[in-house]
């Protein structure tokens, strides 16, 4: 891989810079790929289909793949900086990417641009921000490889045109802290097309194998963080995301409840849909001695949408895990510090630099979330859900040594 950069900066009475960046990498893949899956349907010790001769299997799945190909992707991007002291500053990043891949003779050139604007006017401490662009997102071999193994390599990249907006204030909160809080805020859109629709089977990624959807990703991110208690960080972040697709080819339908007849809809959910998100991670010490500090750790997201297993694709992720949440906490005593070699010449710990004894609880709740869903299947065809769920409580304990 081949980089550089470049800087030219002028500081007369209005400060400007410039700040170029490139890029060139080449990359050779070789894949060996070996699938030997197979399902087997039993009731009461016998096997379904019965026959008295052989063992038949519900369904089996025997490939092998073997691809040689090469990368060859750039990047160039400048960054212009304007300021005057009176006014405000100014940068603005332009660029291009561009990959081609031999295996699908695919070649792209993307634009993208970022406009960061801070007024210096306002004594308020702000900043805007703007970005947009093109982005192309090559394919990997797991992306070519459908549900029957079978490897399609004209499976071009999928795509997406970014917009988002950003804002951050700086302020400080009274005599809570000496240092200046950071709200920072992002609204985003993304249109989609050419994308490679997938599954989540038990933990794992299944691939259609071709581009055959299109949709959208929007939403809304927001962080705080700062020094609530002085010298320790702590933040809280929340977040609102909607993620809708369709399949080309597929009208696809809800269920009403109390209905058995499917509504017509225009998208719907991806399986990364998740509408809130919300995590706090906040530290705290004793008053009097700061080398004994605690931290925790809070996290909830509302569920992740799934489908019938082998038949989700006109009724689709129809479903939802259960909402997750999950609390941890932890304790630390710094033992050792470098200062106290002068007070303390004989410690065991005289030649390193510091040293941490922590205690953490992980779950600290015990809370039974799902990760997934494994679907067993009856005789007659019936599919079950059953959960697979996450670690319960969990009671780390560490010793930790800087030199």
């Known amino acids: 891989m081949k980089g550089g950069q470049w800087a030219i900066t002028q500081l007369p009475e209005n400060e400007k810079s ?15 790929d070996r699938i030997n899956e197979w399902e087997r349907l039993d009731s009461a010790g016998y096997s ?52 081609y891949w031999d295996l699908n003779e695919e070649f792209f050139v993307t634009p993208r641009v970022q406009l960061l604007y801070k007024p210096l006017r306002s004594k308020k401490d702000i900043s805007f921000r703007y970005a947009a662009g093109f982005y192309y997102q090559p394919p990997f071999y797991r992306e070519l490889r459908n549900l029957e193994g079978l490897v399609n390599t004209d499976v071009q990249s999928q795509k997406s045109m970014h917009s988002v907006f950003g804002f951050t204030y700086d302020f400080f909160i009274g005599r809570l802290s000496p240092t ?26 299944r691939y259609y194998g071709e581009n055959d959807a ?19 960080e702590s933040w809280f972040n929340l977040s609102l995301l909607r993620a809708r697709e369709s399949i080309e080819g597929i009208q696809h339908l809800e269920r009403k409840i109390g209905s058995t007849e499917g509504t017509p809809i225009k998208d719907v959910p991806r399986p990364s849909d998740q ?7 906040f530290q705290d010490y004793l008053p009097r001695n700061e080398n004994f500090k605690m931290h ?36 630390s005593l710094k033992i050792w510090d470098e200062s106290r070699r002068a007070s303390r010449p004989k410690s065991i710990f005289r030649s390193t630099k510091a040293s941490w004894l922590s205690l953490e609880i992980f779950n600290l709740m015990q809370v039974q979330n799902e990760a997934s869903r494994t679907w067993i299947k009856t005789i007659f065809a019936q599919q079950f859900a059953i959960p697979n769920y996450l670690t319960g409580r969990r009671v780390n304990l560490k010793w930790r040594v800087e030199f």
């Open 214 to 232: 299109s949709g959208y990703i929007t939403g809304l991110d927001m962080r705080l963080n700062g020094e609530f208690v002085p010298g320790v």
């Open 18 to 32: 410039h700040f170029l960046q490139w890029s060139l990498k080449y990359q050779r893949e070789d894949i060996d």
């Open 48 to 99: 379904l289909k019965y026959d008295t001769t052989q063992l038949l299997l519900y369904s089996v799945l025997k490939t092998q793949n073997n691809l040689g190909s090469n990368r060859l992707s750039a990047y160039l991007q400048d960054t212009y900086t304007w300021r005057r002291d009176s006014v405000g500053e100014l940068k603005a990043s332009v660029g291009v990417r561009s990959a």
């Open 275 to 281: 509408f809130l998100s919300l995590s706090v991670f």
């Open 180 to 205: 200046k809080f950071r709200l920072i805020m992002e609204a985003y859109y993304k249109k989609l097309w050419d994308v490679v629709s997938y599954e989540i089977d038990n933990v794992r990624i």
């Open 296 to 331: 925790l750790s809070v996290f909830v997201g509302t569920g992740l949408p799934y489908g019938l297993k082998d038949n989700n694709r006109i009724y689709r992720n129809t479903y939802r895990f259960k909402p997750y949440h999950r609390v941890d906490i932890g304790f």
